[in-house]
Structures are given as C-alpha cells and as structure tokens.
C-alpha cells in the first residue's frame, strides 16, 4: 500500500478533488474492472510473449502519476479487505513500534493462515484508524508497503495477482488502464 498519507491536507484544494475522485471510482471498481478484464488479460499475454525491457520503467513511471490523482485516504480498501501475510521481520518491527513483546503481538493481532502464514486475526486491519490513517504506518508490514505492487522490478512476474488488485485497488485499476493505453491493447 502506497499511502502518501502525509501528505494529504484537508484543506488541500487538489487534495479534495483527489478525495471526491479516488471515492467515485472505489464505488464503481465492482463495475469497472470485470469490465476490463478480459483487456487485461490479453494485454499481459502479449507483454509476456513479447517482452518489453522498459516495462518495469514504463510502469513505474504510470505508477507515480496515478498516486498523485489517488488518495489513499480516502480509500483503505486494501486495510479493510485484503489480509497482508506477515513475517517474522514484520512482527519484530511492530512489536517495538508497540512497545509489546512479539508473542504478545502474535497473540493479541495474528492468527495462522491456511497457508501457514500469519495474517491479522480480522478485518477491517486492527491498526487502521477511523480516519483511514495507519496507526503503525513508519512499521507497517512489508506487505503492505509494496502494495499493489505497481512499482515492483519484474512486473511480468507481478500480471496475476495485478489482475486480481484491479478488483480491490483503484489505482492498480488506473495503472493497467493506463498500461493499455502505452501498449495499445
Ligand atoms: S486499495 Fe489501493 S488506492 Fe486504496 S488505499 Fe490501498 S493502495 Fe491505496
Ligand atoms: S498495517 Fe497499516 S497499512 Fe497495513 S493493513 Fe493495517 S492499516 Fe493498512
């Protein structure tokens, strides 16, 4: 998740249009992105036969463009659906941000997947606040600071799960569209 959270100032004119903008295409992503699945699909099957050495470049740039038309904040549909998988490493970082011991944050937040990986016992995420702000954000979990993985090297190796965040995130909806426009599909 990457949440510019910071950054947004409610009295920020370009933030509220952001607001207003990211709000309306989060409601209309149910609508949206089965619509331009099929799209996707195809897109990333012609990028995987053909590849395309500037693709990671290409993608970071989209990537930047659209997290400044998108507000997070207004969103944090990734923090109330989506369970991040989380490591040893990041139960050590949220356990000195906490100021709690790692087996009290093991016990108090995690439970055991049916993958065999810790994740959050519920959703909404235990840590997101009602304003939408991460309550552990300088510790978040790795998980969460790399999605949607818009700005990843190997993005090839990145085309299922993008296209199941397309589903969930709207700016991995806006960087695909925005992909289909570059490579013509
Ligand atoms: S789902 Fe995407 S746009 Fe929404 S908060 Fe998460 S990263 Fe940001
Ligand atoms: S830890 Fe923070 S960024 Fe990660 S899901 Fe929870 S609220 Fe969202």
Redesign the pocket.
Known sequence: ???KKESVSPNDAAATISAEY?SDLLSNLPALAPKAELGTRELFKQLKRKKNPKLDVVVAEIHEGVFEK?S?LS?????KTLGPRITDADIQRLSKALRIKPGAVIDTYLRVDEDNDYVFKNMPCPFLMEDNYCMVYESRPKACKE??HTNRKRFDQAFQVTIKNTY?????YLVVEELKTVFGS
């Open positions: 998740m990457t949440k990211t998108i997070c969103c944090a549909n990734c923090c999605y949607p969930t995130c709207p700016a991995a």
